[in-house]
């Protein structure tokens, strides 16, 4: 990795921290969650960066990959588990980071369970250090807390333009033998639950990423192919985002289920916990260094 390379991943880790941080004010009882992502994703722009991904804002049992709708007027309602993922795209480097609001004042080992386990696992990692360890270190801290980890849910390398670029860090130990290697960049996501710790796909999609060209019948989805190509390259989007420039909902909903069935585009589904356990999460970016690694979104 070239030295601008790196100072742009640098950059990106930045950003994501100071937005990660400035969120945390916009989660309160009776906010839109439609308003808080949009004021995230702004927050983001005004950084002159782009989301990596649309903001995720996934509550109580969902895991991962909830999004607001474009008219969404839910609420976000006292007592509520608040995980929320942003990612940061600057110049093709991306960074990745989450953390989890307790609105209950109940959970909070829960919450603890997921944040010392990025923690430790975070400690543990240097050069020649197997990926399928870190995951045990993972799944050894939040049992400690009572709780079980996600094992369906990982963390995973980052490269310039490819926020999942192949090697996954595992939440449970595994025998996985990549070993980390200097250079390498990581998000680091622990996901911590009151479940039995697997996670299952619901219908509702609202995020998607270009997947593989095909052959494309209708005209709407023609045009929508080439506002995603120009806008957002291979990173994921939400549907939301393409409402705003394409106002007619059925058309759009039209032409995102001919993409889908073409496999032009794949599709995030919702994740909930099967046994609808709560679900905390916490993640960092990580740069591997000689003798260690370096957080790059604190």
Known sequence: ??????????????????????????????????????????????????????????????????????DSTALMEDGALVKIDLGIEVDGALSDTAYTVDLSGNNEKLVKASEEALENAIGSIKPGIA?????????????????KPISNLSGHMIKSNELHAGVEIPNIRTRDPYQFKEGDIFAVEPFATTGTGYVEDLEQVEIFSLYAPSNVRMRQSR?????????????????????????????????????????????????????????????????????GCEVLTQ
């Open 131 to 147: 990926v399928g360890e870190v995951g045990g270190i993972i799944e050894e801290t939040i049992n400690k807390y009572g709780f």
């Open 223 to 291: 045009k929508i192919v080439e506002h995603v190509i120009k806008n957002y390259g291979m990173l994921p989007f939400a549907e939301r985002w393409v409402r705003k420039e394409f106002p007619s909902k059925l058309l759009v909903s039209a032409a995102l289920k001919e993409l889908l069935q073409n496999q032009f585009l794949r599709g995030y589904p919702i994740l909930r916990e099967v046994s609808r356990g709560l679900v905390s999460q916490a993640e960092h970016t990580i740069l591997v260094t000689k003798n």
């Open 1 to 70: 990795m070239s030295d601008d390379e790196l100072e742009r991943f640098r950059k990106a880790g930045k950003i994501a921290a100071k937005i990660r941080e400035e969120s945390k004010r916009l989660i309160m009882v009776g906010e839109t969650l439609l308003d808080i992502a949009d004021m995230v994703e702004q927050s983001i722009k005004d950084e002159g960066a782009k989301p990596a991904f649309p903001v995720n804002i996934s509550i109580n049992d969902i895991a991962a990959h909830y999004t607001p709708e474009f």
